[in-house]
């Protein structure tokens, strides 16, 4: 048995527009790495953050406050394990992205921890950890980030599972990220008015066509499922430049754009890599012009998910 791991979590799109809290897929690019250690003492403490990020001096070293160190926590407590975990993460994700930062340092660190233990869980059994974590950051049990993380590619994510949803290999996405920081809290809070009837019918006639395009690979269905009417909307005004990138994303031929997860990043899905290719540079141009640096990823949808990459004792 190994006496420490190191794992990776990738970055993700959280929402994917129309699955508020649902939805999610994995993307290539940045992403957190978790170092995690087998202690005699029944603890679960952080050594280090490192990363070459803005603010990560500002994240909280003590575990019960910090989204990986919850994510310990919760795992060593409810498999009563003898022994204690030390951590150390490196951050690749900007905070406050929409990238789900705070979701990779704690699926980073389970997939870690997982390693080290004398019978691993599958995967889907680490889903509940990673809410405890990501919980700590947001405030709510949401998993659109932890899930795809976990699985890769397209995700579901339910109060209490995380389900991988087939999605065709031609599917990219260009993922935007603007120097702009829009913290999780704040964009939630725009969402706390209730929504009238209509629109909630008219996003869940969205998500059905957008699943089922999805399984049938038909990217049609995709296009007529990819709009959100709740989210978005709301979320729009709190970033400089968002309307611009989404303009030139359909202008470019995407079958839908909308914000990651809590924003202020931006994502469209193209229905191949050379059209997300052409794309991408019209996409990023929409933040320069508001006045902000960024800087886009073209990923496929059905991104890897966590991993371990190293192992040693």
């Known amino acids: 048995m190994s006496s420490s791991a190191t794992a990776f979590a990738p970055a993700s799109v959280g929402n994917i527009g129309v699955g508020f809290d649902l939805l999610g897929h994995a993307i290539e690019g940045p992403r957190d790495v978790a170092t995690v250690s087998r202690i005699d003492e029944p603890v679960v403490r952080i050594d280090a953050i490192r990363g070459d990020i803005a603010g990560v001096e500002k994240l909280p070293l003590a575990a019960a406050r910090n989204t990986a160190g919850g994510a310990l926590i919760a795992l060593r407590e409810r498999q009563a394990l003898p022994f204690g975990f030390a951590l150390e993460l490196e951050k690749g994700i900007p905070l406050g992205s929409g990238l789900g930062g705070s979701a990779a340092s704690c699926v980073a660190a389970l997939v870690a921890a997982n390693a080290l233990l004398e019978a691993p869980l599958p995967r889907e059994a680490l889903y509940g950890f990673a809410l405890d974590g990501e919980a700590i950051s947001s405030g709510s049990r949401h998993g659109d980030n932890v899930a795809p993380m976990l699985l890769g590619g397209v995700a579901l994510a339910t109060a209490t599972r995380a389900l991988r949803i087939d999605a065709p290999d031609w599917l990219h996405a260009v993922v935007v990220h603007p120097d702009q920081v829009l913290e999780t809290r704040r964009s939630r809070a725009v969402l706390a008015e209730p929504y009238p009837l209509h629109a909630l019918v008219e996003q869940s006639a969205h998500l ?51 914000i990651s997860g809590g924003g202020p990043s931006a994502f469209a899905w193209f229905d191949s890599q050379a059209a997300a290719e052409r794309a991408a540079p019209a996409m990023r141009q929409g933040f320069v012009d508001a006045g902000f640096e960024a800087r886009a ?11 371990v990459i190293a192992t040693a004792g």
């Open 208 to 258: 059905a066509q957008f699943l089922l395009g999805l399984q049938r690979g038909d990217a049609a269905l995709i296009r007529d499922g990819l709009h959100d009417v709740l989210v978005e909307p709301r979320r729009a005004p709190l970033i400089p430049g968002f309307a611009q990138v989404k303009a030139a994303a359909l202008d470019s031929g995407a079958l839908g754009a909308s």
């Open 297 to 307: 990823y073209v990923t496929p949808v059905n991104a890897a998910c966590a991993e």
